[in-house]
């Protein structure tokens, strides 16, 4: 595809639920990032993978949150025991991994978890 | 830690008027790079502008320029002669200068921007 993909697109749960969102960056970039976004604020960083590894993950709230990128491109975010307060936009972008390059934003995944 | 700040929560202009969004940040690194980003109700960031630190000359994008104030930490965006779809949400963002890899963005909350015909 032209763009990074994001699947779902909607994703609603029940509290204490496993949930998983999919990225698929652009062809060829080597960087990948989650953000997440909440209602009226700007994203914030969770995680950031170099290839396979996970280059940074300083930014994920607690043990509940994981992600994995295991072939350098399409990267998973899994959530366990969903809480209230995981609801919001997940964003993935991705970039070639030079210093200062453009980030490609996929269109998110908004996450409801009732 | 690196904090940017967007003190607009709210502006609109008028079509084919020019308005100025502003961002300052604070940081003690001498080298970074920083964005603006688009965000319309279809949710997708956008870039619109990236500025370099150490590049003195403010960016430009077509309607779309920088007012890149280094001492004063004040990176604010201008867009000329303003059009319907320009309306959303913007978010000024910092970026730490790793070498030649990548770092992470670190955004503001932003500034709801509506053009009124």
């Known amino acids: 595809g032209a763009g990074v993909s994001q699947t779902p697109s909607n994703k609603v749960t029940e509290k204490g639920k496993y949930v998983e969102l999919r990225c698929d960056p652009i062809?060829?970039?080597?960087?990948l990032y989650w953000y997440r976004q909440s209602l009226g604020q700007g994203p914030e960083f969770l995680i950031y993978f170099q290839g396979t590894g996970a280059a940074d993950d300083s930014g994920l709230p607690n043990d509940r949150f994981f992600a994995v990128r295991p072939e350098g491109s399409v990267s998973t975010l899994k959530i366990q025991r969903t809480e209230r307060g995981d609801s919001a936009v997940y964003l993935c972008?991705?970039?070639?991994?030079?210093?200062?390059?453009?980030?490609?934003f996929g269109p998110g995944t908004r996450l409801t978890v009732l | 830690a690196q904090t940017v700040t967007q003190s607009q929560p709210e502006m609109s202009v008028q079509e084919a008027e020019t308005v100025t969004l502003s961002c300052t940040y604070d940081?003690?690194?001498?080298?970074?790079?920083l964005f603006w980003y688009k965000q319309p109700p279809s949710r997708q960031m956008i870039l619109v502008i990236r500025q370099e630190a150490y590049k003195q000359q403010n960016a430009t994008e077509n309607r779309f320029s920088v007012n890149f104030q280094k001492a004063a930490k004040s990176f604010s965006l201008k867009i000329s002669d303003s059009q319907l779809g320009d309306t959303a949400m913007y978010f000024c963002a910092f970026m730490k200068y790793y070498g030649g890899s990548q770092g992470n963005l670190i955004f503001g909350k932003g500034t709801k921007l509506s053009v009124k015909p």
């Open positions: 972008a991705s970039s070639l991994g030079r210093g200062g390059d453009e980030q490609f």
């Open positions: 062809s060829g970039h080597t960087a």
């Open positions: 940081t003690s690194e001498n080298n970074y790079y």
